[in-house]
């Protein structure tokens, strides 16, 4: 059976032409892998994009030397219809059967893996075949030419809405499970799950192509065999230089007032981190301008510990995180909010900034409640403020379409409307066309009260992703540990220490919480209620 590699370097960054895996780079170790399964290489690529010459440069010369065709096929944007339909029609043009589809910036695609794969796609007689409990990056998918033909037929039609959206990672099977069982699918399973883990083995960002170098160079220290998928997996997940690179969630204090003491704020208590009420403009600034050439990529929040609409200045601080964002840099903003300052000209004017740089915005507001009465309990507040948060929804949704979420703090007192407010809001018609979050109640700690209503924790317990991902830091530019450290641990101060020298004595607590995992204690500890760690249950939750 012939097939064709087709690879995809739409959205290429300059991270996939580092030569730091041996003599190659990722882009370099995509095109080897390659090269063992067709003499034909097609190539998508975005007009204009800035590593494109010495992409060209690249392909050249592994050309030459290898004796392989690699075509390019450039367009100014790829959308998952033009991209299915590029595929259908290369597989008829080079009469190869199926296209086996990867992203250019997976520096440790398997061969062995990959050879399972076809086997599988061929033995079945499969229109689509993947690999599932892998980490992301080590193996490829297989789609037929006349699955690839309908689909092309699909996103014209019934698959439209889906089909305008630009191309991601999961783009066929996007497409595929739109009418999933129309479709002869197959599976390689890992023989190990290491879906908890959210492996992302490429180069996109500055996160996670420090991720594979780490591993590349731990896996040549430890000699591990590259050719074993398992024990480059098991290395990874041992190891703290890939697990932690840089924060990819930023929780800021830009605030520490809240409008209502609801029971699950800090303040219902009485207590709040910062000595500050709020973070000057100019120091968040500073704090922004530092993250930007830190991080590349990350989500700004900017909503611990108090409500950011608050901040008499709260819509220059949003539009300070959008105007970050250029070529070299993605930040996308998030605001948890109770909805209650917010005002059509406000939402408007992030919206348009957000345009104008591409830049992702996302709303939580808090709902908690599908009536009046229960909503001004949990709050503590008048009834009639509930109507001004059910009004925000609308209002944002109007501006943010599809990134807007009603959220549902899930406690003892409100369980009993979970599913009132899971069906409301799901509804396509609902005025979130269907989003919403609903969240697990956190104690901090116990430093507020046990309300939750269920234990949701995994059996296991998972390295903890908040040092892993997150950085909080305070109104006054201190950074705890994590946000549930807030009150009693200190890794600097942002404003006076370099966020690179803060960051790495997260390395040192990390490589104790991964030595402590199975009696949830850190060293050095004997009570269990001095050691937050150890009874906190927020370290397998994942923020935006």
């Known amino acids: 059976m012939k097939n064709l590699v087709v690879l995809y370097g739409g959205d ?7 030569k730091v895996f041996g003599s190659d780079s990722a882009f370099e170790k995509v095109l080897r892998w390659a090269g063992h399964y067709s003499d034909k290489i097609i190539l998508f690529l975005k007009e204009g994009s800035s590593v494109n010459e ?3 440069s690249i392909i050249s010369a592994f050309s030459s030397v290898e004796k392989i065709d690699v075509e390019v096929v450039s367009r100014a944007f790829w959308s998952k219809s033009l991209f299915i339909s590029e595929i259908a029609s290369l597989l008829n043009k080079h009469n190869a059967e199926s296209a086996i589809l990867s992203y250019a910036d997976t520096p440790f695609l398997n061969e062995k893996l990959t050879a399972e794969l076809i086997d599988i796609h061929s033995k079945y007689a499969a229109e689509y075949t993947f690999a599932d409990g892998f980490p992301y990056g080590l193996t ?8 690839a033909s309908i689909l092309s037929e699909l996103v014209k039609t019934s698959l439209k809405g889906e089909g305008e959206k630009p191309v991601d990672r999961e783009a066929i099977f996007s ?15 890992s023989d190990e799950d290491y879906r908890l883990l959210r492996f992302n083995f490429e180069s996109s960002s500055k996160i996670n192509f420090l991720a594979c170098k780490n591993l590349y160079e731990e896996a040549v220290k430890e000699k591990i065999d590259f050719a074993d998928p398992y024990a480059l997996s098991n290395l990874a997940a041992k190891s703290p230089s890939v697990m932690q690179t840089l924060p990819a969630f930023y929780n800021i204090q830009i605030s520490s007032k809240y409008n209502h003491k609801y029971c699950y704020s800090l303040d219902s208590i009485g207590k709040n981190p910062s000595a500050k009420d709020f973070m000057s403009f100019p120091d968040f600034q500073k ?4 993250i930007a050439n830190f991080s590349e990529n990350a989500a700004i929040s900017l909503s611990a510990f108090g409500e950011p609409l608050l901040h008499p200045e709260f819509l220059d601080f949003a539009l300070e995180v959008i105007n970050q964002n250029d070529e070299n840099h993605r930040l996308s903003l998030l605001i948890e909010t109770d909805g209650l300052l917010l005002t059509e000209d406000l939402a408007s004017k992030i919206a348009d900034a957000a345009a104008a740089k591409n830049a992702e915005v996302n709303w939580i507001v808090y709902i908690d409640a599908v009536e009046k009465s229960m909503y001004a309990s949990l709050h503590n507040c008048s009834p009639e403020d509930f109507e001004k948060a059910l009004y925000s929804i609308p209002l944002l949704e109007k501006y943010f379409e599809h990134h807007v979420y009603p959220q549902f703090m899930r406690m003892k007192a409100n369980e009993a409307q979970l599913e009132s407010f899971y069906r409301f809001w799901k509804e396509k018609e609902s005025p979130s066309k269907g989003e919403l979050i609903i969240q697990k109640y956190n104690s901090v700690c116990f430093s507020l009260p046990d309300l939750k209503s269920a234990d949701l924790s995994p059996v296991n317990r998972l390295p903890c992703w908040h040092l892993r991902r997150d950085l909080t830091i305070l109104a006054d530019g201190q950074v705890p540990f994590c946000f549930q450290l807030a009150f009693n641990s200190d890794a600097g101060n942002i404003l006076t220490d370099e966020i690179e020298k803060v960051w790495l004595k997260f390395s040192d607590v990390l490589r104790n919480h991964l030595a402590c995992l199975d009696s949830f204690n850190l060293p050095g500890t004997s009570q269990a209620a001095d050691n937050k760690c150890g009874i906190c249950d927020e370290s397998y939750t994942f923020n935006f």
């Open 175 to 189: 497409l595929i499970k739109g009418d999933i069982n129309s479709f002869e699918i197959e599976t390689l399973i």
């Open 287 to 290: 704090i922004m301008s530092q």
């Open 12 to 18: 290429l960054s300059s991270h996939a032409i580092k």
């Open 54 to 56: 010495q992409l060209s």
């Open 140 to 147: 490829p998918e297989l789609v037929e030419k006349g699955t």
